[in-house]
């Protein structure tokens, strides 16, 4: 692509394109910027069309996000060494990227300075060194916009310190930084802190200024994260007193009317809290000096800020820092002081968990965020989270003095609500929330509260004060309250006695229908985790007979729940019917001729726009699901979800709706791995070639469940595939996959099922060009998870085809090449082989080698023979080796997938058991034993004379258990 007139005009009418709310618009232009993004200066062109000043703000912003997500997909070059940008374009890149960046508007600055953080997560520094060099000129220019720009991306940079695991290379990377940064970011520091007095009574200056210090205090925190650096460690007075100075200073000029959002002010407040809360928790021994001082500016904070949602994270920092300094033993003393103690629990734990009138308008008006604070555990800015942690670390220390203070408190609330509910029902969420804070002490996301405080009595307060709310006649009634009720069982399900907690089951149910969408989603989640709780020996605590008489209304109530204002895509009545189905078993079966065309339109409906994974998750393990409940009693009803399902599936793949492909391969897979007979019907036929276009396979989320169903293709369908002379094409994939490090199992896994269930003379004429392959890929990259495969593909070679044409075909490479691979691949890495699988596999391969095959008695490969034997009787006997990780195990970093692609998801529901090929034999040892029983007389002692005494001993016992004489 030329850098021209003509070709920007173009970029930019797509880019419009990609901004039109009619999907038949959108689509086909982001299908086109896809198409082009391999090709050389797409990106150049990008930046440039971002850089014109004469072109549509909007346009710029689409090329600036455009931009960073072709970064965020494709500057990190894949593990298989594919780069998919060109040199010349990463050079022009780094060479461009960061003037455009600080010259830019603000809307366009935040994208590229994104951008420039990706790109130095990948090159930063060894391949940018002069990238902190290029930033702390920009410090000199006195131009703030540049100087924010700047400091904008060195925040977006370091950050990433805050989460990554210690190692060597971060180090390194972090004191290169420091080296070069630390010192400029305190001079910059320093002199903004000046600026604060020399322009007083600008306020336009002031909002510039105070900006600059959060920035600078945000990049401090993620220095700071890892470890405490020796330049600050001795320059900590300069950015304690200050920091000290920026809590207790008052900016009249800079506070704002709004009570929503935190002004300049609060925000750079909050994170000065951030700052002394890490150096408190983390470098307690350095900043204890500083404690007092900051103990006194945080409390007379906390007392003097309102209940305005604007100052929420300043609250929350603020009472976080109390918590880390109260769970000192040196600082525990300035809390243990009985009117110190009245202090906190009176003036600021308890006005912090009211629910003020901010909070009701986030119920109402936007239950989806208020559910993500308050029960997905997401609230960490939130006033009453902060107070909630404060209560526990009082509570861990001085619990009968609290209670005792907080008793009085609890029993005024719930008097003045039972006097007048309609007015005070607010005092009894505040009681609800201060009970359940101070009796939670440990908690898990899986179990919910697992130990509870002793002095509290969570089994009486719930039959008294929880159970008559949910057993109230009107369910939209309180509906805060409600919630607070459900959340209350939710929360402590595992300490509760079990009749209270399954027993609420039916109140549950009956909330699914209430209009508040936060109560019907709290009911769905609820009954969610009652029913995957388990006992003791890992078994459910409720069984499916048991809720079988409630299946009716529990099922009713959560498909109605999905017709509900606001939640036709609710996750948690998805995950809930997919726990009710998974409970219920066979007994949801007589109502599964209403729902399943319910879950079928709602994923017709979900595929037109996948906007929420998690419910479309849900919504594909439900179906996954039901296919296994109806299809193991009644496998004839295979055809009964084909016919439902096909066409819905066409359409998602007809209009290639990316994130919906995995689970469809899952699913397909499952329904003809289902099948009896050995036949694959026609409208798979149909879709097969489609499965064979190498582009599916550059997604890596398409690879595992699109392989699994070529191998439901192939073991149903072999001669089907034979007959449309297709063995090339799925060959063809099979090189693609062998060819890739990440993705070499997959094809190894592929052969072995086109060697299962393909005849040997159909494979015969393409043998040796997969052999070929195979050392061509070991010569050129070498890595241990190839060499176990290749190992065990071997193995599986002889059991199919006989040891002998393994010897011939490899021989036929190369004169005498398999004494190479016996050398230096079968017994040098033999031990490596993992998965019961595999080593079984593994075993009686080489069992067959050494029994069946007259080439290794025979020069020049009978010198291996007690060697091969040898490492066999270890490979029995010997632990596993497992001193490298299969590089498949290690989880790829989310951030590196691709934005645009579904990652591969795994459906519980869909997944199969994988099939023993060798189901015929038991213990290998014996296979061993009674393979070498046949040699011909006398060989048995003189191969025992040759290996290790301790191998032959074994060797001895598995000859003696298999009735063998060795005589």
Not at 362 to 370: A, K, Q
Not at 503 to 510: E, F, K, N, T
Request: net charge negative; with cysteine; charged share 20%.
């Amino acid at each position: 692509m030329e850098l021209e007139g003509a070709n920007l005009i173009t970029l930019s009418d797509y880019l419009h394109r990609t901004l039109s709310p009619d999907v038949d618009v959108r689509r086909p232009a982001e299908k086109f910027l896809e198409s082009i993004e391999g090709n050389q200066n797409y990106p150049v062109l990008l930046l440039h069309l971002v850089e014109k000043q004469d072109v549509d703000l909007t346009i710029r912003i689409a090329g600036a996000v455009a931009f960073k997500n072709y970064i965020k997909r494709n500057w990190k070059i894949d593990e298989d060494g594919v780069d998919k940008i060109h040199g010349q374009d990463r050079e022009a890149i780094k060479k461009l990227i960061v003037n455009l960046m600080l010259h830019s508007p603000d809307s366009i600055q935040k994208q590229l300075s994104d951008a420039v953080s990706i790109i130095g997560r990948h090159d930063f520094p060894n391949k940018w060194p002069d990238l902190i060099d290029q930033m702390v000129e920009k410090f000199n220019t006195g131009d703030f916009h540049i100087i924010n720009g700047v400091l904008h991306t060195a925040h977006s940079l370091f950050k990433r310190y805050r989460y990554e695991f210690k190692s060597q290379t971060l180090w390194e990377e972090i004191k290169f930084v420091l080296e070069k940064f630390a010192k400029p970011l305190t001079d910059l520091f320093l002199a903004t802190m000046n600026l604060t007095q020399a322009h007083a009574n600008n306020v336009e200056a002031l909002k510039v200024i105070y900006n600059s210090l959060t920035i600078l205090s945000k990049v401090f925190y993620s220095l700071n994260f890892q470890d405490l650096p020796e330049f600050f460690e001795d320059n900590m007075e300069i950015w304690m007193v200050n920091f000290h100075t920026l809590l207790t200073t008052d900016v009249p000029l800079l506070k704002t009317d709004d009570d929503e959002e935190a002004g300049v002010i609060e925000q750079l407040k909050s994170q000065v809290c951030d700052n002394i809360v890490l150096y408190a928790q983390k470098y307690d021994e350095e900043f204890q000096n500083y404690v007092p001082k900051f103990l006194e500016a945080i409390w007379g904070l906390l007392n003097c800020t309102g209940q305005q949602p604007k100052y929420d994270a300043l609250v929350s920092n603020s009472l976080q820092f109390l918590v880390t300094v109260a769970d000192r033993d040196q600082y525990r003393p300035l809390f243990e002081e009985p009117q110190n103690l009245r202090n906190i629990c009176t003036n600021l734990i308890t006005p912090n968990i009211e629910f003020r009138e901010s909070d009701n308008e986030l119920f109402e008006d936007n239950p989806e965020e208020y559910i993500r604070r308050d029960i997905e555990g997401s609230d960490v800015d939130t006033r009453r989270r902060a107070a909630c942690d404060l209560v526990k670390v009082l509570a861990k220390y001085f619990g009968a003095k609290v209670m005792e203070i907080f008793g009085a408190f609890i029993m005024e609330r719930l008097a003045e609500y039972a006097a007048k509910p309609a007015e005070n029902w607010r005092k009894k969420d505040a009681v609800i929330y201060l009970v359940t804070s101070s009796a939670s002490k440990g908690q898990t996301q899986k179990h919910g509260v697992t130990q509870s405080n002793e002095f509290v009595p969570l089994p009486q307060f719930a039959s008294q004060h929880i159970q008559p709310e949910l057993a109230r006649p009107n369910i939209n009634e309180f509906p805060v309250l409600k919630a607070d009720a459900i959340k209350f069982i939710m929360t402590f399900r595992s300490i509760l006695p079990r009749e209270l907690v399954v027993g609420s089951l039916p109140y549950m149910i009956r909330h699914l229908t209430a209009s508040s969408q936060v109560v019907h989603s709290y009911a769905a989640c609820a009954i969610e985790k009652i029913l995957a709780l388990k006992g003791p020996n890992n078994v459910a605590l409720v069984k499916g007979e048991e809720i079988a008489p409630l299946a009716a209304d529990l099922l009713k109530g959560l498909f109605a729940l999905l017709e509900l204002s606001g939640s036709g895509e609710n996750e948690y009545a998805m995950k809930a019917i997919m726990r009710s189905f998974g409970t219920l078993k066979e007994n949801v079966v007589p109502f599964l001729g209403d729902l399943l065309p319910k879950l079928t339109e709602k994923l017709s409906i979900v595929a037109r726009n996948p906007s929420r994974p998690n419910f479309n998750h849900y919504l594909f393990e439900t179906l996954g699901l039901s296919i296994r409940i109806v299809c193991k009693t009644n496998p004839e009803a295979v055809v009964s979800f084909e016919q439902v399902l096909f066409p819905i599936f066409q359409g998602i793949l007809q209009q290639d709706v990316q994130e919906f492909m995995p689970y469809v391969f899952q699913i397909l897979a499952l329904l003809l791995e289902l099948r009896t007979s050995q036949e694959v019907p026609e409208p798979y036929m149909a879709l097969f070639p489609c499965l064979l276009a190498p582009v599916l396979f550059e997604r890596q989320g398409n690879i595992h469940p699109l392989n699994r169903l070529l191998q439901a293709f192939v073991s149903h369908g072999a001669h089907q595939i034979i007959a449309q002379d297709k063995i090339s094409g799925l060959l063809g994939v099979f090189q693609k996959l062998i060819a890739s490090k990440a993705n070499d199992h997959e094809g190894f896994s592929l052969m072995q099922s086109i060697i299962e269930h393909f005849p040997p003379n159909i494979l015969e004429p393409f043998m040796k060009q997969i052999f070929v392959l195979l050392f061509q890929r070991l010569s050129s990259t070498k890595t241990t998870k190839f060499v176990k495969g290749l190992i065990v593909f071997f193995a599986y070679y002889i059991i199919r085809y006989g040891a002998s044409t393994l010897i011939t075909i490899i021989d036929q490479i190369q004169v005498q090449m398999f004494g190479m691979v016996l050398e230096r691949v079968i017994i040098a890495d033999l031990q490596k082989v993992s998965g019961e699988i595999e080593r079984k596999v593994a075993a009686v391969g080489m069992s067959n080698l050494l029994v069946d095959c007259p080439a290794m008695v025979e020069n020049p490969y009978h010198v291996f023979y007690p060697k091969l034997l040898a490492t066999l009787v270890e490979f029995f006997e010997l632990p596993q080796d497992e001193s490298i990780i299969p590089e498949d195990l290690l989880m790829p970093e989310t951030e590196d997938n691709p934005g645009y692609q579904a990652a591969y998801s795994q459906l519980i529901c869909a997944r199969n058991p994988r099939k023993d090929p060798l189901e015929a034999i038991g213990d290998v040892r014996l296979h061993l034993a009674q393979g070498l029983g046949r040699l011909s007389p006398g060989q048995l002692p003189n191969l025992l004379g040759q290996i290790p005494e301790p191998n032959a001993n074994h060797l001895r016992t598995y000859l003696q258990t298999a009735g063998i004489s060795v005589a």
